[in-house]
């Protein structure tokens, strides 16, 4: 099996607790600036609302990595069951045999990271949380599309 399976596997293993631990850390980031303004009080209303201040910057800043995090959780969760019988690249070892239930599953994971993608982003974007809505636009359909070229069986 090859480095890239095992980095997977593992972060299979461990991903969730490193994601849970860091969203932690960002609500930790976001009680301790409580007391802190949220919004700027002075300019432009919308400069207001596009420019938070820096207690929110920071905010944003650990949820983007926490939401990277899930991310990579994620990925490694649709990699490693697919590589049980549905995906036969070379770096994924031997599969055994393949499993005829799962003819849709690279299909549907691919979309239901999408629709991670954009659910995830677009509450973060209600949210003005920019740093977190950008890592959600630019790791999550890159890794679908990247799930997208896997030879299976199938296909």
């Known amino acids: 099996m090859g480095v890239l399976i095992l980095f997977f596997g593992l972060m299979l293993m461990i991903g969730w607790a490193l994601a849970l631990g860091w969203l932690v850390y960002a609500l930790s980031v976001l009680w301790r600036s409580?007391?802190?303004?949220?919004?700027?009080?002075?300019?432009?209303?919308?400069?207001r609302l596009l420019l938070p201040t820096p207690a929110y910057l920071r905010f944003d800043r650990t949820l983007a990595v926490a939401a990277l995090l899930v991310d990579?959780?994620?990925?490694?969760?649709?990699?490693?069951?697919g590589s049980d019988g549905i995906f036969?690249?070379?770096?994924m070892g031997y599969p055994g045999m393949m499993d005829p239930e799962g003819q849709s599953y690279q299909a549907a994971s691919v979309d239901?990271?999408?629709t991670t993608a954009w659910g995830s982003a677009s509450v973060a974007i209600l949210a003005r949380c920019w740093r977190t809505?950008?890592?959600?636009?630019?790791v999550l359909p890159l890794s679908a599309l990247w799930v997208a070229s896997f030879d299976t069986y199938y296909n």
């Open 34 to 47: 409580r007391r802190q303004p949220w919004v700027r009080q002075e300019g432009h209303p919308l400069a």
């Open 72 to 81: 990579v959780w994620l990925l490694s969760s649709v990699v490693v069951f």
């Open 133 to 138: 809505a950008v890592a959600q636009l630019s």
């Open 88 to 91: 036969t690249e070379d770096w």
């Open 112 to 114: 239901f990271l999408r």
